[in-house]
């Protein structure tokens, strides 16, 4: 049955990036090529949100985070920046990614430059991000193991310390969820699609 499971999931994937390739020869750019960077020490690859769970991504951008206005998102391994185009469509007081890999970084900035975006991107790495402060919404699809994914989620905790907030976590492919669970979030929706929100409410 999981096997079943997995095997329509690749193929419904791969299916999701018919219409982003159609978008990319539309507008020149290049979101929908997976690289095969390799898994570097824990770090995944780069492949696309599925846009399968973007249905219940909206209505829940919609009906929980206000549209967007008075958040900031960051895109935690934003890739080329594919979720960062979409997050375009909000009214998110702030948008923003953070990508280790240069080369991604660069292909995201010329993807975006082409949507006339002038959406932040930082080339660092999850685990040295230092100004998650200044963010409440925080986007990741699936980037990396759980030893840098207890790293990430431990930094963006100290950034508790200087601006206490509400966090929201939406995680695609939430394979360590278990790293957030550990710390506190708790689950706020589920999509269908492998995606989960959490939250947690910092003090
Ligand atoms: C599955 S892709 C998702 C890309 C994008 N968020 C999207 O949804 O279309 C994961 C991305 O995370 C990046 N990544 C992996 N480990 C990272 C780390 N420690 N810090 C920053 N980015 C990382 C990878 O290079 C890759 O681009």
């Known amino acids: 049955m999981k096997d079943i499971y997995k095997l329509l999931y690749t193929l419904t994937y791969f299916i999701s990036l018919v219409p982003m390739k159609i978008y990319d020869i539309l507008h020149g750019t290049e979101f929908s090529k997976i690289e095969k960077t390799g898994d570097k020490d824990g770090r995944f690859e780069y492949y696309p949100s599925p846009i399968f769970s973007f249905v219940l991504l909206k209505r829940y951008i919609n009906l929980f985070l206000q549209g967007g206005k008075g958040h900031a998102i960051l895109d935690i391994g934003c890739g080329k920046g594919y979720m960062l185009n979409f997050f375009r469509r ?50 990741m699809y699936n980037p990396f193991d759980e030893h840098i994914m207890e790293l990430c989620i431990e930094k963006i905790l100290e950034s508790l310390k200087e601006n206490p907030r509400k966090i929201t976590v939406i995680y695609c492919n939430p394979l360590y969820e278990n790293v957030l669970i550990k710390k506190g979030f708790k689950v706020k929706k589920v999509f269908y699609y492998k995606t989960k929100v959490f939250e947690l409410y910092g003090d």
Do not use: M, Q, R, W
């Not at 995201?108 to 082409?114: C, E, I, T, V």
């Open 90 to 139: 909000y009214t998110f007081d702030k948008i923003s990614g953070l990508e280790y890999d240069k080369k991604l970084c660069i292909k995201a900035k010329k993807n975006l430059k082409k949507l006339h975006s002038n959406i932040k991107i930082y080339n660092i790495d999850a685990i040295d991000f230092p100004a998650y402060k200044y963010y409440d919404v925080f986007y």
